[in-house]
């Protein structure tokens, strides 16, 4: 059964930082370009960032360039979103996804094959 599971969410102060992690199953991830969106309460989903299968390459939203950093550890199957400097606005439910094309260009638009249930991200004092 193909899944993929996001974990690492939570409560935190701004400024503060948390790793979201997004596991694969049923499928290997490092053939597959995977990206990170948000959806706030009221808000469109957003693209976040997206890291390429075939060559590793990523890409960020203007609004957390600087800040957050995604990676990959193909062993592991595994997909991470370091987020620091965090602020009221990164509130969000965090999904990842995943698409079999080797690339992230268009990825906001693009129809991705597998999805996962999402994790809560409160940014609050």
């Known amino acids: 059964q193909v899944q993929l599971v996001e974990s690492g969410g939570g409560l935190v102060q701004p400024g503060g930082s948390l790793r979201l992690s997004c596991a694969a199953s049923?499928?290997?991830?490092?053939?597959?370009?995977i990206a990170w969106f948000r959806q706030a309460p009221g808000k469109e989903r957003e693209g976040v960032s997206c890291i390429s299968s075939n060559s590793g390459s990523s890409i960020y939203a203007d609004s957390v360039k600087g800040r957050f950093t995604i990676s990959r550890d193909n062993a592991k199957n595994t997909v991470y979103l370091q987020m620091n400097s965090l602020k009221p606005e990164d509130t969000a439910v965090y999904y990842c996804?995943?698409?079999?094309?080797?690339?992230?260009?268009?990825?906001?638009?693009?129809?991705?094959?597998?999805w996962g249930q999402g994790t809560q991200v409160t940014v609050s004092s």
């Open positions: 996804a995943a698409d079999n094309l080797p690339y992230c260009a268009g990825y906001v638009r693009r129809r991705m094959v597998h």
């Open positions: 049923g499928f290997t991830s490092g053939y597959y370009t």
